[in-house]
Structures are given as C-alpha cells and as structure tokens.
C-alpha cells in the first residue's frame, strides 16, 4: 500500500491595491501629479510631486524662497543649474540629486543648464515641528555617488545593501527605479512605511495594474509589498514613509504644521530679503 500526503494549498499573496491613479495637470513642460489639495493629503509627508521635460534653449527661474520644507530634485536626463542659499552656482548632471532643506528660511534659484532636453522629478516634503523652523541643508549629489540595489537608485533613505549619503528628516525611502522589458522587482517597505506611491517617468510596468508613463499610483495604506513587472523598458520613482501626523499650512513657497510657524517662517523670509544688501551673483533678492 502506498500512502500519500495531502498540504493545504497556500493561496499567493493578494496584490497591495492602488487606491489613487492620476496623470496629474500639466502646464507646459511641468505636470504637476500631487499637491495638498489632492493626492498630498493622503501621501504625507510627500506633498507636492512635479515631472518636468524641457526641451529647449536655456533659462533661469530666478531666486525664490522657501521655509518648512525639503525639496529634493532627480535629473533622469540632461543637466540643471542652480544657486545655492550661499550665492554659489553649480550644474547638475543626469543621474544627480540636489536636496534643499528650507527649515526656518532660505532663498534659491536655478533653471535649464543647455539645449536640449532635460527630464526628471521634483519632490517636496513635508518637515516635522523639530526641524521646520531649523536651519538650511543644501547638499548635491553627482550621479557617481548615489548607491544602487539590484534596479534601485537610493535618493534618500535605505534599501537593501544601499543607503542615501542625505540624512532624511524622517522616515523615508525614496527610490530611482529603471528596469528593463520582463523584469521582476519586488519592494517592501520598511516597518511602518504605510504611505507608498510609485511615479512612471517612461514605459510601462505591472503592480500588477498597468502603469504607464505620467502615470502617478498612491497604494492603500498598509505595510506590504508591491511587485512591478516592466511590460517595456521603464524608469519610475517610488516614495515609501511613516505618515506624517501633523496639518499642511500652506504659504506661497512653504508648508509647515501650524499657523503660528507658517509666520515664522515667512518673517524670517522677509527678513532675510531686507538684509540682502549686497546683489547674490549680480541679483539682488
């Protein structure tokens, strides 16, 4: 007599579910995919996200401000110029990162660095209470310095063996992600990364709803992963955080948790343009 085991079936792991897709608005070369009166309600602490394609002469966006708030800019391709808080100018390059953290108050600036076209993200996030009205970060990133994991380019945060050189003003991953036809990739997020959305900036990939270029995703909140399966060649970002817990109270060019530090922020703003007497590389504020 021969005997024979039975195992229970295990059923696979159900797909984490999207539960906003959006192409954003666009306006010219910038399609804004979320900002606080959509999508950044619920993908706090990242609350404004922009893709940008400029294709064209050079230009300059000019010195502007910001305070409660960190921006980090992802050059897929191309090159940007910018003007640091200090009046120093750079360039930077496909595959570069430039983070600004605004705390209390700052001024910046920057625009198209050469002809031709340039393509990339710029992220917003909000700060927390402690670091809201701190002081200014600015540091760049050439391409060759950021690590990678597998597919994964690590712009801020960690995964896998890879790790971001910025030191992150809360719990965040923020990821680079190319990936070629038929390839496989899995992301889990870290414990309590219940926010997590993925942005296509060319080609299509499966979660396994279809995602396509522009095409922003914000998944339900919970802390499993996603599986991505590229139908072309694709490039997208994906955003994973522990929910930022505090109010957006929004200025003109800053976000921060309260009315009273939204003013703080904006005096000192204000302060700073007064005491500018000297032009920052032949501009004054």
């Known amino acids: 007599m021969t005997l024979s085991a039975t195992y229970p079936k295990v059923a696979p792991s159900p ?27 619920i993908m706090k602490p990242f609350v404004f996200l922009d893709l940008f394609d400029f294709e064209g002469q050079p230009f300059d966006i000019g010195l502007h401000p910001h305070s409660g708030i960190a ?15 200090d009046g120093s100018k750079g360039v930077l390059s496909a595959g570069g990162v430039e983070w600004m953290q605004a705390g209390r108050g700052m001024w910046h600036g920057g625009g198209l660095d050469k002809p031709g076209r340039t393509r990339g993200f710029q992220l917003w996030i909000a700060l927390p209470p402690e670091l809201e009205l701190g002081p200014t970060v600015s540091m760049y990133q050439a391409s060759e310095a950021i690590q990678e994991d597998g597919p994964a380019r690590v712009l801020l945060g960690s995964h896998g063996a890879a790790a971001s050189a910025i030191q992150a003003p809360s719990p965040i991953n923020y990821l680079a992600v190319r990936m070629r036809a038929a390839e496989r990739w899995r992301y889990q997020p870290p414990a309590g990364h219940t926010v997590l959305w ?9 979660v396994p709803d279809e995602l396509r270029h522009g095409n922003l995703a914000v998944f339900e909140a919970s802390g499993d992963a996603v599986e991505f399966e590229a139908v072309t060649d694709a490039e997208f970002v994906i955003g994973s955080a522990v929910p930022h817990k505090h109010d957006l109270i929004l200025g ?18 204000a302060a700073i343009r007064a005491g500018n007497n000297e032009p920052i590389n032949g501009r004054r504020l």
């Not at 993925?198 to 499966?206: E, Q």
Request: charged share 15%; proline share 6%.
């Open 15 to 41: 797909a984490r579910r999207i539960a906003q897709l959006t192409r954003g608005r666009t306006h010219g070369p910038i399609t804004r995919l979320a900002s606080p009166s959509n999508l950044g309600k």
């Open 71 to 85: 921006t980090l800019t992802y050059v897929i391709e191309g090159a940007i110029s910018y003007i640091d808080p």
């Open 198 to 206: 993925v942005a296509m900036a060319s080609g299509t990939a499966r």
């Open 252 to 269: 003109n060019y800053s976000v921060h948790t309260t009315p009273a530090a939204l003013r703080n922020g904006e005096a000192y703003i």
